[in-house]
């Protein structure tokens, strides 16, 4: 039951970061003339050079990939990429056809604002929930697995490829706009994929660390103790090492600094954190 509630969960965060990624691309990329990478790029150029329909090229493109991707990579990885693949160009089709929301702002700079920051939240809400939108993603990924290619420089490759075909037909106004929207989106979609899960890393020296250790503990986090010795003096002495949400920084350190004002105290962001009490429940491991 849990494992249901988590799946349809995260099957919710990727449909609206589905929506909130198509309503960005049809109400303010594409009206204003930006440069678009990915299978939307090639619906663009598809559009201007024999005028089809973006979101039916769109559509065929990503049903073509999901289909590669099912005979190549098999059913799991499909799995996670057939919500986006799907549901992306049908939610573009019902946002460019509603003339209200066409030309929503004069200001093509204010669309770029407002396309880099709804495009950011709904990759971030999508890769949070561990999907894709599927798309040109998926060719990289087929790369790597069939002969090893790294991920990153072959998707960046398509993109730019995709995008340096359109620069014919882009005024320098929307290579201006397109640089805003991309950089903003990368900005806000980094920080959305981290809202709510930083972690900070305390090295706490001080000789009161049995009591501040089990004041960690009390807390309901981690501790470790690991032996070391002073630089200037010397001595030997103990070193408290706790990884917790950015959430608790503020109370753990006021728990230390309550036991021992004069601890020396370092915090320091954690990019990536695994194992028991974070991405491991306690009873997948032996107690020590």
């Excluded at 090229?57 to 059913?75: E, H, P, R, Y």
Aim: net charge neutral.
């Amino acid at each position: 039951m849990k494992k249901f509630a988590g799946n349809l969960a995260n099957g919710v965060l990727i449909l609206v970061g589905t929506a909130l990624s198509a309503f960005s691309m049809g109400v303010f990329v594409l009206p204003y003339g930006m440069l678009v990478p990915g299978v939307t790029g090639l619906g663009r150029l598809a559009e201007i050079w024999f005028s089809a329909d973006v979101t039916l090229v769109v559509g065929a493109c990503n049903i073509l990939l999901l289909l590669l991707s099912l005979v190549l990579l098999g059913w799991r990885f499909a799995a996670t990429i057939v919500l986006g693949s799907i549901c992306f160009p049908l939610f573009l089709g019902v946002f460019q056809s509603i003339d209200a929301l066409q030309n929503l702002v004069e200001d093509p700079l204010y669309a770029a604002l407002c396309a880099g920051a709804i495009e950011g939240v709904g990759l971030g809400l999508i890769i949070r929930a561990g999907g894709s939108s599927g798309g040109s993603d998926v060719v990289p990924i087929i790369l790597n697995r069939k002969f090893h290619l790294p991920i990153a420089p072959v998707l960046y490759g398509i993109d730019l490829f995709i995008i340096a075909l359109q620069l014919p037909y882009a005024q320098l106004e929307a290579l201006v706009l397109s640089a805003i929207y991309a950089t903003l989106y990368t900005v806000v979609m980094n920080r959305t994929i981290l809202l709510g899960r930083g972690n900070v890393q305390f090295e706490i020296f001080s000789e009161h660390y049995e009591a501040i250790t089990r004041r960690i503990l009390e807390l309901d986090r981690g501790a470790t103790l690991l032996h070391g010795r002073s630089g200037l003096l010397r001595r030997e002495c103990e070193m408290v090492l706790a990884v917790v949400p950015i959430r608790c920084m503020n109370e753990v350190k006021r728990a230390v600094i309550s036991i021992d004002p004069s601890a020396f105290i370092t915090v320091s962001s954690v990019r990536d954190v695994s194992g028991r009490g974070f991405t491991l429940s306690d009873d997948r491991l032996p107690l020590d």
